[in-house]
């Protein structure tokens, strides 16, 4: 393979971003960083992709844990991401690059891709009318994208405000991260659970558990939500406010897609 595109997805965002990317790219591959945090990584490759999305205006901490890997990684390699988020992206791309350059790496293209969100605890679910606007963005945004890709053109990151840098990306984004692994005690299943472990095997951290026919989460969560949103139930709840709410799939992307056993 010429090109590896490596990506963290819990409802199919940033999984539809990196299937889309790989499709423009000759001869490329796309690798679940969940099921390659113990695998060899090799770096005979023009290019290497970074595709995840925004968590608390940062990216997730198994992408970051993930680049602290990639200390075998060919120093001169074209290296990319693209940041999946719901409304504001915070310092992301900039917060990536440091990430990289303490590895020895250079981000030498990122990009940003609205995408509807799936943080229900916070928001309602995106109408299928904010939806589809979005999805339609993407296409034209893709486009851009191949263009810089395939010249592997250099992209400064886009310049970004004191308060994203120093109190979104910074302090907020520092605090939220401490607090994701354990904030999972939110989690609980209803009785419209049918013990059917969906939940368990779409986890990308192998964060829960089935005990006594239940749902277990172990303290080691992202908050990606896959358990939530994937569940056929419903019966997946974070606190009270998601109860009721619209659940979210990326529409371009399939359950099997996402479980452990899938590709």
């Not at 970074?50 to 997730?60: L, N, Q, R, S």
């Not at 690059?97 to 609205?114: H, R």
Request: proline content about 3%; glycine content about 4%; overall charge positive.
């Amino acid at each position: 393979m010429k090109n590896r595109i490596y990506y963290f997805s819990g409802t199919g965002n940033s999984l539809q971003v990196a299937r889309d990317i790989a499709s423009k790219l000759e001869d490329c591959e796309i690798i679940s960083i969940s099921k390659s945090l113990n695998s060899e990584l090799t770096s005979n490759y023009e290019r290497i992709g970074f595709i995840f999305p925004v968590y608390a205006w940062g990216p997730p901490s198994i992408v970051t844990r993930f680049v602290k890997r990639l200390n075998n990684v060919n120093k001169n390699i074209y290296i990319f991401c693209a940041a999946t988020y719901k409304n504001e992206p915070g310092a992301v791309l900039r917060y990536f690059s440091k990430v990289l350059n303490k590895e020895g790496l250079k981000l030498n293209a990122g990009f940003e891709v609205c995408m509807p969100g799936n943080h229900i605890a916070h928001y309602e679910a995106d109408s299928q009318k904010i939806q589809k606007e979005k999805f339609e963005k993407w296409k034209s945004q893709l486009s851009e994208i191949t263009t810089v890709l395939l010249n592997k053109n250099e992209i400064k990151s886009k310049k970004t405000s004191l308060f994203s840098r120093f109190f979104q990306t910074g302090l907020l984004y520092k605090i939220a991260v401490k607090q994701f692994c354990k904030s999972d005690k939110k989690f609980f299943s209803s009785d419209k659970c049918n013990e059917c472990g969906i939940c368990e095997e779409v986890c990308p951290t192998d964060n829960i558990v089935i005990k006594n026919n239940n749902p277990t989460w172990e303290h080691n969560c992202e908050q990606c939500l896959a358990c939530l949103h994937w569940c056929p139930q419903q019966a997946i709840e974070f606190g009270k406010k998601t109860v009721g709410r619209e659940r979210y799939q990326n529409p371009f992307v399939r359950l099997n897609d996402m479980l452990k056993k899938g590709d």
